[in-house]
Each structure stands twice: as C-alpha cells, then as structure tokens.
C-alpha cells in the first residue's frame, strides 16, 4: 500500500470550483445530498441552478436555496447561454446534473458541448446508444465526467478495492452483490403518485427496468469497483414479484466475470422489510471481505486459516485512498452524505487538473467515471436479454 | 399459534427405544453428535452397533464407544440377524445411518427389511432411483424413517416456519438460502487425502456433485422447510471454483417456488474465510424474516412498516414446536448438538406411535423425512441438468 | 406521542442567521464539524471569526477557511467590536465558541455581554464557579444559550428519551452510561506534544480532571437527557490507570438518580483497543433502551416479556423530535456530522425566536443549554470530592 | 502457547467413573444439564442418586431418571452407606451436589468425609464459615473438589485467560464483568412460589444476598479466571431497584485487584429485558479482549493500534486448552451444554489422577476448585460490607 499523494491540482488552483446545479429541487432525496456533498469540503461553491423542469417554478426554487437571483435559471439552456456571458473567472465552470434519469442525457450533452465538466447522478442514461454517444462526447470533448455511484465514495468500500488489488485475497472465486429496498413491496402504483413516483413508473422516463436502472446499476458498480474486474456474462431472472405489477422489481442474477469469479447479484425494490440493504462480499483464494451499508464505517476481512479481522475508518493503517476519504476520528461515525463528499472531492480533483494541466492526484482517481455508467447500460442490457431468454448465459457487451 | 401436545406416544410407550448404529466411527465428525443426541432426552439408548466398515475393527470401536462385546457388531448383516435372535422386549427397534453417502441405500434397505426403523444422514442416498426405491420400501414397510437434515432441528427454525405457516408474512416473494463453507478453499485434493476425504472425494460414494449433496440439499431443505412450500424449478450454474478441480465446490441456483417466490440459493465448499454459514432470509407480502447459524437462537423478523424485532429461542410467547425444542432458559445458548437431539425426540415419538398405534404429537411431527430425501434429489438432479444446460430454467420432478 | 411541529420561528424569520466562529483553527478536529454542522441545514451562514488565539495567525486561518478577509479578525474583541459597528442587517448575531476549555468563559462572558447568542463546546467552563456566572449572565442577557453535548443530537437519543417520558419504560431502575477511548492509552505525555495535547495536558487550560472534563460530563449529560431526570449523588473512584500518569485518565462511578435509579458511569481515555464507543442502556420496570455509539441509527428496545425490536432512523413512527432529527431515508446511514447540525438547527430555531418574539418550535427544544452545563460541572466535582473521600456517597449540588 | 497434554490420567484409568448425583430432580433446571454434561464425553456414568429432600419422592424420582432402583436413593446419608457396601469396583466414587445452596455443606461434607470426590454447584456455601471448613476438609482428605462455575468451561473464556496469561494484553488497567439477568423484573415474591423460588428467597437457603450469591459470584469467578489475579477490595452499593423488595437484587460494584486493575462488576436479577447477559471486558496495556455469552462461540480482540480481530471457537491456532474445550467444527455453535461438559471432562482427569497417581494432565487444569469458592464468598463478603459502609473501599479478605 504504497501510494501517496503527489500534488494535489485543486490544491494548486487554489479556490473552489464554480458549479451549477441541474435538478434536485424541493421534495428530491438526493438534490440536498449532492449540494451538501458538493460544498463539504469547501472544494466547489454553488453559484447557479435550474431547480426544475417547470420555468416558472425553477427561478423562485433556486432563489429559496439561497442562488442569487440572477443565477437562479428558467432553464439549462438559459443558464449555459447566460452564464457563458460571464468573465472566465466567474461563470460556472461544471454543472452538477440529478434530474429524473431521462433527462440525463440532454443535460449532459447541453453541458459538455458549452464545455462544462459533468457530474451525473446514476443511472448514466436510459439506453445504450446514449450512453455511447456520451462517451464519445466525453473523449472528445476531454470535459471531466463524474458519475455518482456514491456506495464506491465509503472509504471502506475502497479499502476493499485497495485490498483485491494489492493481491491480498488472491484470485476473486466467488462475488456476491445485494441491493435490497422495500419501498415497492407495496403496490405503491396503485395509489395517488408523488412527482418522484410519477416519473420512476413512466418506463419512458426511467429506463426499461426501474430495479435494473435504480440499484442495479448501483450493485453492479460496486462489485466492479471493488474487484477491479468486468462482469462478462450473466444468467438472470428479472420481473415483478408483486402481483399485477407491470414494471420491474426484482432481479436474480448469476455472474462470471472476466476474470472468471462466479457469484450472484439479488436486487429488489420490493422486500418487505428490508430497509436499504447494501452489500457486497467478496471470496479469494487466500480470503474473504465483507461489507454492507448498514455498518459502513467497518469492513470484514476473514483470511483464509486465521481469525476474522473488523477493520475500522480511520485507522492510520488503512490505504491512502480509503484515509483520504475519512474526515473524522475513528469511532465517530460517518454515512451516506460523506460517501457522495468524497466522490465530489475527488472530482474536484479531476477538475482542477484540467484546468491546471496537471496530473490528478491518484488519491483522488478511483471515482466512477461516464465509463463506468456504460458498462452499468450494458450490463442491464444483457441481464434483461438473459432474462428474456430464460436464463440463457448472456455476454455484457454493447449489442451494436 | 394454537397447535398444542396431545398425549404423547413415547411418553404412553414409558421406556427409551432401543437403537442400533451404524458408522459413526473414530474420526467421525457426525458420529458423537448422532449418539450424543440420540441419548440426550432418554429417548433412546444405543445398544447395538456396527462402528466401521472393516469387520475386524468394528467389534472393537463398537466396545471403545462403550457397548456390550456381544452387541458391537462386524457387519450390518450380522448386526440384524443376531439382534433378531434376541427377545421382542431387548432386540432393537431401530437404527441409525451415518456411514458414508453410497452406503445408506443398502443399509436403510436392509434394514427397512428387518423391520426396523431407520434414522439417516443427509443426504438420504446417491441416486434419484435409490430414492424412489426407499420411499417406496419406506410406504410398504409403514416404517417410521427420519433424515437429519439437522437446521430443521433448531428452534428458531421452526419459529420461522410456524410464522410463514401462520400467514404473518403474507404470500411469500423472496426466499434466499446461503451455506457457505470453507473447507475446500485449499486444493486439499492435491494432498494427502484423510478417510473422510477419500470417499467424499469420489464420485461413486459421494454422489454426482459433492457440493450438492454435502451442503446443497442442506440449503434446499431448509428453505423448504421454512416455506412450506417445493422449489418447482431452477436456472443453475455448478461447477468447481477452485483452479484445476475436478468436482463441484460451487453452486449458483436462481429458483422458483411452486407458489410463485423467485430467489437463490448460493453453495460453496471453497469459501476462503468462511466457516459454517448457513442463512436463510424469508420476504413475504408483510414482512421479513431471517436466521443464520451463527447465531442459532434468535430469529429477526422485519414487520412491513414497523420495527425490526428479534425472537429469542427460550421466549414464552414462541410456537409450542419451537419452545418443546428448547431445553434451557432464554439467554442461555444452546446449538449443534440440540438441533439434532429435537430431531431424535421427534423420531422417539414417530417410532412410539407406530409402536403404541397411537396418533404421534403434533408437537414432534416437524421432522425431515424420506420423501424431503427424495425432494433433495430431484433439486439435485434438476439443478445439474440447468447447469450443464446453460442455466435453462429445469423442473424439480422426477425424471423417470 | 403526539407533538406536533407549530410555526417555526426560524421560518418565519426566513433567513439564515449570522454566525462568528471563535476557535477551531487549522489542526482542530472539531472545528469542521462545527462548521459544516452550522450551514447543513443552511439555517447560519458564517460570516465572520477569530481562528487562532495567535492574532497574527487567526486572519490568515479565517481567509483561508473563505471568510472575507474585514470579517477574518484576529481577536475576540475585536470581532466583537467590529461587527458591532456593521449595520443591524449585517453584523453577527451569534458567536460559536470552540476553544479549548479554559477559553470559554471569557470567550463567552464577552459574546454575552454583547448582545450575542451563543453556541458552546463543552464542557461549558472549568469550574463550578464560572459555570454558575455564566448562568447568571445567561438568565440576566435571556440571549440563547446552547451547549453542544452531541450525543443528545442523534435521532434515536431522542427517541430513547421520548420513550422514556412517554412511560413506556415504567420507572426508571438502572441508568448505564459508558465511554471508552483508546487515545491516551499509550503514555502520550511522554512524546512530543502537539498544540491539542499542550492544553489538554495542562490542567489550568482542560480543567480539574482530564477525562472527566472531556468524556465524563458527555456520558452524565447523556443519561441525565435520556432518562429526564437528575444525578443525585455519586460514589467514585478517579485516577490514572497508565502508570505514572499524573492526570486522570479514568473514572469508575456508581450513582443515584433523583427518582431512585441506580447504576454506574465509566469512562476512560486509556482503554487499549476502544476507538470511541459511548454507550446508554435504560432498565425500567417495563423494559431497557440500549444505544450506542458505533451504531448510531438504531436503538434497542427489549420490552419486557416480549420480543427485542431494533428501532432505526427514519422510520416514520418514530417520535416527531426524532424524526425531525433525522434527514434522509432509512437505511442510509448518518452520523457524527448531523448530530451537531440537529443541535445547530434547534440553536437556529432558539435564536430566531428571541428574535421574532416567538415560542420556538417544540420538536426544535430538546437541545442541551448552559443549565446542562452546570450540572455537568456539579457533576464532575462530585464525582471527584467522592473519589477523594474513599468512595463515599457524594451529593451532586453547588458547593457554595 | 506452548502448553500441550501429557499422558492423560483418565485414558489410562480407561473407564468412566461411578457418579452418584445429589439433587437436580423434577423441576430443575440445572439437574438435566449436570447429568448430561457429566456423560457427553462418556467420562463418567451416573449409577446412583438422591433426587429429592423428599425421602418418598426421591427414590420415585431417581427410577425415572434411568436409575437402577436398588441405586435410587432416599437420602444422601443411605447413599454414601449402601454404595459403601459395594465393591471398590462397582460402588460410587464421587458425588455431584446440585442442592438448594444452604445443602451444599452438609453434602459436600458428608461425601468428602465418606471419601467421595465432589463436583459442585456455585455458589459453594452459605457463609464464610462454611467455606473454610470446607477448604480445610478439602485439603485434609486431598479429594478432588469442582466448583460448576460454568461460564469458566466455555472454550472463548480459556482463549481469554490463555491471552492474559501469555501477556499479549499487557498489564491489565481494566476489568468490567456483567452479569444481567430479567427474572425478578417483576415482583415475583408477591405471587405464588414455584418451589425453587421458595428457597431461592429465603435467606437461609439462599444466602445473605441473593443476586450475590446467584450471579455475583459467577461474575467475580469469570473476571478472576480471565485474568488469573485477584479482587483486592471493592466500593459496592447492593440492594433492591424493585419497590418494597426486601431481598438484594442489584449490586454495583468497583473493584480493585491485586495487580492495580480497576474496573466495574454490575450485576442484577431485575433487569426488565435482559435474558441472561454475562459479559467481560479487560482492557490491558496492549489491547482489549470481550466476551459475551450471548455470542459464546467468539472471542473479540482488539490490538491497541491494530485491527478488531474475532477469534472463533474450533480455530486450529487457539490455545491448547481453549481447543480441547471443543468438541465440534468452527462454526457449528456450541453453547451452555457444553461448557458445563468441559467441566466435567476436567474433573474426570482430576479424579483418575488421584487415583492412579498420575499428574492430572494440564490441559484438563483449568477448572475452578474449592478454593475459587472461598474466594466468592470473600467477595461478597467484602461487598456487602462496604454497601452497608456507604461505599467505603473494603478489602476481600477473610474476616475472622
């Protein structure tokens, strides 16, 4: 565990970033997060913001989050169209976008095209085709692209990322990722419908599998990230287990990835009684990690014919990366808001070495990047063919 | 929850049953805990054996273990013609199977035959054939037989599957079964081989897919178990995990229930950093519910929309059948050893009622028997078939 | 439990309230927390402080941590003065004192003086003595005043007291209070000190008994705010437990509530292997609470003759005050960082109502103030003359 | 760890040993686990008891239990004569005394003063005066004598002393033993008594403090045993937290050991919501070792400086003792059974050693005698002293 902070491009720049928010007004879950996670650490400033999709509604949003009235935008158009007119050193310099999943995709591109850095909410898009052309855009564009897979912002989760890498656990054998929720397990469908509901149950807005495009992704992600390896090709079963429901909740799948590590992902937006169910544990030849969301400050390491060992945040004897990503001592707990602080510091990072030329500081490169979010695409694509194929073994791959 | 004892047989038969063993011998792991358990409640006292397979040395293990010279017997043969000479008041009424796997067809057989019950280990025999035939041989004779798949022997077991049978949960969704071990983690085939791990490691004695049999059936019955219900099919990927192996040590099974529940079952032997884990995880319509052996006597429940609770093995307020499977007071742990000794009181009661001609109490009616036996198998044999079939959804019947 | 949220006057004012920042300079560990605890909930906006007793270097700590560099003062006094010459609209309304112990008093006696509310760290001063003038200046300003015990921040703290007072509980029996640190287990006096350990270390500067002064008065106001009722006296046993220790690293308490309730508080700053782990459990004739801090979103709950329920954040019946302390959805876990910025957002409400005339908001009210202090400090003196006295039963009131 | 077995005595005595039980009839809830523990490892047969005071019924009583009815006792006086009578290979060689406490002297005597071994029930006697009688007759008929301190025969606690012992922990700073217990939460005495209450509140039977006596002493026993040192004296508050009881069931205890230890022993009969919690901390110089009963197959370990580590029951790296105090695979549970098995396994080696002579092997040593009894009762002695003291520190010694 040898990697050390080289110099920090943010650190060089010298000042916080200029972002602008798209998305997240009032009654978002995760608008208040991004925005608290963007400023945690004094790293970016919010100047501007489009808080909703209704014009008129959107300027007295922003205003109310405390925007300046001249920055609390109708519209993206109009706020990358004013904006621009600003000087160099004040206009925004990325944009910040976590509105409903089928927007993401125009936001995005209206953002790097103006030449804004991107950070995306999950899922990258809705479809394939888009999430290519938005990395096509990206590469050519060389904007930075950050998307918030948050669960691979817990320092403990990369603490385990660091631990696969390193060699520790030998060869990955087995892979087990479980996402389980039970906000569906109601027939919440059948009653009056929040703004939020309205567009996850609208399939044109988010996705072709809510479960698959709302925590799929996220389980799929999250095993990567921590294994360091592709999934290959999966064997699934995805559907409704509530009854008469006509969208997706719940999806069993088989892996083998690249590497050739088998495994099971079990996501579900319908488990009575579950409440945000995260975890991921991993088998190697020489070991066994463990970690699950509930008890996020903690990482279980068995190694092969030797006593279970709780790794705690912040101990100095974690890897850099995972104690970059604690702010506070041992024992005092840290969560949710945190593990999207620390994505937005690393993109911070990102950023600046853009701006600066300089090499970003590899303690601040393990963040999902617009490629992750195709490889999420393709493998929802791929599950959802297994899925319709009757659990014909089915490779993540983009279908041309 | 209203099921209560009716008179109990064995208590009407006033007197321990006398039983028979076969294997179980020095370096047994499952031996001492069958004795241990047959004799913990009085309900049996083991007068006969036949304590290996080599006749010279089963006279005298049989001795060491403490019975009489002219009762430690050199073969199963032997053991059923001499105790048949005795008188009906001393001969014994029964036996208990834990040789190796290719042996319980012919033992239970023979001594189905002779007129006595039986008692086997899991898995029930090698072959779905073998088990048809058994359970066939088992209807003719009208002779009790109980199979120790022993996780149904625990208490909060079966606090979990009077709950699900109660309708507390509501239609069951989601079921989840988990046994997970290491001990094949290593290439310990490539070493020197124990007598254990000599017939374990051969095909022809332990059955077409050693992790199936070993643990898999285990899972299955389990799951089943707490459901009340039969897995009606299954999308499978089996195969050996670790490098160069050539039998299985992994099992990745999506199934369905016949009542509609999807979920997995996840089995391994070569789980480095594992030790015993079996879970079973239970979602219905209304709540969760779930267990996991290392910690056997308390039971989490997750009621939809309100507070986890955790039972406690010992609680006044539990299912009579999971309270007459208690021995000692809440908050004092019991395990292994007690899991298998409530299988045994419940075998005493089957045996006394066939001898008493009495109805048994419904309290001890819980137990595995030959026909889970033959349920194991045809799981077995459907879920190697979807593996060598590209994880193609296969029906759990009888192939005839 | 049927409180209810009226109109907030905080909401009502309609504007974050002006906020100084005394202390928590560059090396602090808590002066990010209070920081970013203070604008979470964008409820203050801090526009001014002194972050260094070194005048020289406080400016340059407060431009660098974004203040504008008129309001980067470098005494007390003259921020003080400063601000009080900026228009009514502008100038500060409220300090936040975060230095170390021995500032306090006069850090706050001027904050007073001048009109401005206050937010404390504790413990509130030194000695009994200040602490009963500050209480007097407190009630004579009636400016707000609250002290930031934490641990009465978090959302299932306010559930266990709500559950207490609700009568749920019955009377109170036995009160637990524990907190173990491990950071003065080794003998740290003997190395290098850095700035924390030079004041901490001095008792002028951290007061008459190190770990009572910093982890005891945490664990006696945590009790005292669960159970809802006061310490009456003490028997306890004070001193070092790593040899040649000349300040106390250990307290071993027994004590008696007023209403009867006994029980123990043990805390320690040398406990080898403790990362932080403050815990509370609650006996009453009815049943037992048990929190603790290494699981900071649930609460255990073992009513009496029926099963344990694991209470969690978020859940919608929780207690309104609980509620109202939580922000995101269950299952996603929060920590540290939010437990101060409850405290901060029942300070915003306090302050808000002072000034608009209004009865702040009930679910805003259960915050710790300088009346929590005191007692704390009548405590700890307790606790210290009945360790000097051999153990013997020691009133908790003002020694005049 | 270096410790290994020699020669056990009891393998080359090669048979079980005659025991004859005294007490532990219908209604008992420690008789069935003596006698099943005392046969599990097939160390000991029981051929003769008296099961009842009730010289009718303990005959009756005994012939049910499997006793041969020329063996089943009236009274404890008949047995030691009648088996007497017997040859030296057939008749009794020990006793295990599991009478209501204020028996246990006059049973023990009697067995001891009939040259009979004694195996029996904590605590050991009523009073002081007892004890070092008993002690005295112990050390002049050099018979074997095993006080049931069972919590000591768990495999996790000898790990835990053998870790203390190897100085892995380093000099020890801090001891907190609990034992919790919920079955006088109510005001049992004031309804109608089950036989067992009877005597349990009748101070004497039961002893000058019942929760000393019941559960005190076993938390004493446990924090001495972990740490192999000594309580030097106590500041202790005892009395009742139920209203109008009249009878001890709380103690708060701090305690000082003879090394320098500090630390808290809190125990209670009247913990609404406990099951039975018996836990132990130490803290040393270098690390922390806990164990709680509720999870009995686990050991945890915290290095100072270094990870948590869970050491598992069955673990190949274990101590020697801890290892030979399993009997089955990690992560097959063990629990209260066997502990009291471990127990008995040891007495059987102390026994044979007195009787052919041998050194008793070591491995079979570490179990608690005659001698730990009087020290229990020094402890309560002391403790009660200094709660009628007000809390006055009180050395635990013998008061003549």
């Known amino acids: 565990m040898t990697l050390s902070s080289s110099t920090s491009a943010w650190a060089t720049l010298g000042r916080p970033l200029r972002l602008g928010v798209i998305g997240g007004g009032p009654g978002s879950f995760i608008g208040p997060i991004h925005r608290s996670a963007a400023v945690l650490d004094q790293r970016f400033v919010i100047l501007a913001g489009v808080l909703s999709s209704d014009p008129a509604r959107s300027a ?15 519209t993206v158009e109009q706020m990358i169209a004013t904006e621009g007119l600003r000087g160099t050193g004040d206009r925004i310099e990325a944009v910040a976008v976590m509105t409903p999943n089928d927007r993401h995709y125009d936001d995005c591109t209206l953002a790097l095209q103006a030449g804004l850095h991107v950070i995306c909410d999950k899922p990258l898009v809705n479809t394939l085709s888009q999430a290519r052309r938005l990395v096509e855009l990206v590469e050519q564009t060389q ?19 660091a631990m696969v890498e390193s060699g520790l656990l030998g060869d990955i054998r087995i892979v087990q990722a479980e996402y389980f929720q039970g906000g569906m397990a109601l027939p919440v469908e059948a009653g009056e419908l929040t ?57 069993g799948i088989l892996w083998r990835f690249e590497d050739g590590a088998r495994g099971s992902c079990m996501v579900t937006q319908a488990a009575a009684g579950a409440e ?22 903690y990482l ?37 808001r945190e593990s999207f602080a620390n994505l937005y510091a690393d993109f911070a990072e990102a950023i600046a070495a853009r701006i600066t030329g300089m090499t970003p500081d590899p303690l601040h490169a393990w963040s999902p990047s ?31």
């Open 60 to 74: 007295s949003h922003g205003v109310a989050l405390g925007l300046d009235a001249s920055r609390a935008y109708a």
């Open 143 to 161: 904007l930075a692209f950050c998307l918030t897979h948050n669960y691979s912002g817990y320092p403990m989760v990369r603490q385990a990322r």
């Open 195 to 251: 703004a939020k509901l309205r567009w996850k149950l609208d399939p044109e807005r988010s996705g072709a599998s809510l479960v698959m495009g709302d925590i799929g992704t996220h389980a799929h992600h999250l095993a990567t990230y921590v294994c360091g390896s592709r999934v290959a090709r999966v064997s699934a079963d995805v559907g409704a287990v509530v009854p008469a429901r006509v969208f997706d909740d719940y999806a």
């Open 276 to 297: 945000n169910n995260v975890r991921i544990r991993v088998h190697g030849a020489k070991g066994m990690l463990e970690w699950q969301h509930q008890e996020p400050n």
């Open 300 to 336: 279980r390491y068995a190694p092969l014919g030797d006593s279970v060992q709780i790794l705690g945040r912040g101990d100095a004897r974690l890897h850099p990366v995972a104690q970059r990503a604690s702010r506070i001592a041992r024992g005092h707990p840290e969560g949710f």
């Open 370 to 400: 617009v490629h992750d979010g195709l490889r999420g695409l393709e493998f929802v694509d791929a599950v959802l063919a297994s899925s319709r194929n009757g659990g014909a073994w089915t490779a993540c791959k983009a279908t041309s």
